[in-house]
């Protein structure tokens, strides 16, 4: 079991940046792959980035290559969702999520654990 709890998004304007956490409990942080999707106003959620279980890993969003990092600390049980270059079309709730194993992926379906989400609102 994962419990997982974001934080760190706000309202920023277009060209700014914004770091996302997201805390995780449980003994088996560190064995998953993680991923940061967003969900915004009448659209499907998709995967923006996703981190292998030791980070070696990491695949982006074509919509955020060059803006996004994703990164992880495993002794925190933390991982992170770094935002460049914001633009009001990432506009959107972000989700942290756990993945079923170890391997990084975009597939929202190898995803088990989910957290509440946060708002990040990019004005232009």
């Known amino acids: 079991q994962v419990q997982l709890v974001e934080s760190g998004g706000g309202l920023v304007q277009a060209g700014g940046s914004l770091r996302l956490s997201c805390a995780a409990s449980?003994?088996?942080?560190?064995?998953?792959?993680m991923g940061w999707f967003r969900q915004a106003p009448g659209k499907e959620r998709e995967c923006v980035a996703a981190?292998?279980?030791?980070?070696?890993?990491?695949y982006y969003a074509d919509s955020v290559k060059g803006r996004f990092a994703i990164s992880r600390d495993n002794a925190k049980n933390t991982v992170y969702l770094q935002m460049n270059s914001l633009k009001p079309e990432d506009t959107a709730v972000y989700y942290c999520?756990?993945?079923?194993?170890?391997?990084?992926?975009?597939?929202?379906?190898?995803?088990?654990?989910w957290g509440q989400g946060t708002q990040v609102t990019v004005s232009s």
């Open positions: 981190i292998s279980w030791i980070g070696a890993k990491t």
């Open positions: 449980g003994r088996t942080f560190s064995t998953k792959a």
């Open positions: 999520a756990a993945g079923r194993g170890a391997i990084a992926t975009m597939r929202i379906y190898e995803y088990d654990y």
